[in-house]
């Protein structure tokens, strides 16, 4: 039975096409800066739908038929210029910095995402712990914790906020945990602290078994939570990124459009804070995968770079663009992969 809904498309087609948007333009604003030319600056893949030509500035801003995708064409990107705007005669921390524009602007807007997704809860819970309306004794407290600790780190992770309390439990609590803690005004250190566990599709995470106590609601404390949970949820995609590696989790793990099209409209219909969660996530997610040093991503050409920074020569043109096109390949075969398993799921 196929679960995903029409009216799910629309809301994943517009996320998409801005989280694109975004990332596009972080690079063409920070081209522009440096004083590159551009050609042509595009939201979407395929044909040419629209889209108009600066007479100013001689950009063609395009719109194309398929809502996945986008680029900057930048001038000498791709091909030998001797034009001064070209992006192959800036100097190379500029070529860097439009390189790593992209990712950035999308980090970026993941943090102003998750700062007005934690002004409209309204209550800012603490790492401080709380064992009211719990009847008997939970296993955290049998195990040292006490009614009052203000939680500084979960193992070697510092924490600064419920969330990252609850996350790092989550990764680390399925075996006995050290924990860092204050008490009393004094830092004390817990060893072998346990909690129970639950299992979700075979993979084992641990469980909070307390309440959390709640800062106040000040603009300064929105901040820093709006920033270490922004922080948090970086370190967790790059975390699932390398459990994925290392085989804890498999392929099917992994989600394409039409998953992450499922997900979107469903988190539509849950209401403005669970989209504003699932909205963090994508963004965050793209913005860190584009960091990864695989060739065609933008991690891969700021490795290159970094290489020609090093060995104080550019790589040769036509190599590089022979790597990148066999990863891109690659990459388009694994979202067909993941995209077949989103359909198959689906039934």
């Known amino acids: 039975m196929i679960v995903i809904k029409l009216w799910y498309i629309l809301p994943a087609i517009l996320v998409f096409g801005f989280l694109i948007f975004i990332h596009e333009f972080g690079h063409y604003l920070c081209a522009r800066a440096c004083g590159v030319g ?9 044909p040419r739908i629209g889209g108009w030509t600066s007479k100013k500035s001689g ?24 034009d001064e705007r070209s992006f192959t005669k800036k100097k190379i921390w500029q070529r860097m910095l439009i390189i790593l524009a992209g990712p950035v602007m999308n980090l970026v807007i993941g943090l102003l995402a998750m700062t007005i997704m934690v002004s409209a809860v309204g209550t800012l819970y603490s790492t401080e712990v709380e064992y009211r309306e719990l009847s008997g004794v939970a296993i955290s407290e049998a195990n040292g914790l006490q009614d009052g600790d203000e939680i500084l780190k979960v193992g070697k992770v510092r924490v600064h906020t419920r969330y990252e309390v609850t996350y790092e439990i989550m990764r680390q609590g399925t075996e006995p945990v050290e924990l860092t803690v204050k008490r009393d005004g004094e830092t004390v250190r817990l060893e072998n602290v346990l909690f129970p566990s639950r299992e979700v599709d075979g993979m084992l995470f641990g469980a909070v078994d307390f309440y959390g106590g709640t800062d106040d609601f000040t603009v300064r404390n929105i ?70 040093p695989i060739p065609a991503l933008d991690g891969g050409r700021f490795l290159f770079l970094t290489i020609e920074a090093v060995i104080r020569r550019p790589i040769n043109p036509k190599v590089e663009g022979y790597i990148h096109a066999v990863a891109l390949l690659l990459l388009l075969g694994l979202a067909v992969v993941v995209t077949f398993n989103d359909i198959i799921r689906l039934f």
């Open 38 to 46: 551009i050609k042509e600056f595009a939201i979407g893949m395929g």
């Open 59 to 82: 950009i063609q801003y395009s719109v194309r038929a398929l809502p996945f995708g986008g680029y900057v064409s930048m001038l000498g990107e791709d091909e030998e210029s001797d």
């Open 223 to 292: 901040l820093k939570h709006s920033f270490f949970r922004s922080v948090s949820t970086v370190k967790m995609v790059i975390d699932s990124l390398a459990e994925l590696i290392g085989g804890r989790y498999g392929m099917e793990a992994l989600s394409g459009p039409v998953g992450m099209t499922q997900t979107i409209g469903e988190s539509v219909a849950g209401g403005f804070q669970s989209f504003m969660y699932i909205f963090v996530i994508i963004t965050m997610n793209l913005g860190v995968f584009n960091l990864l």
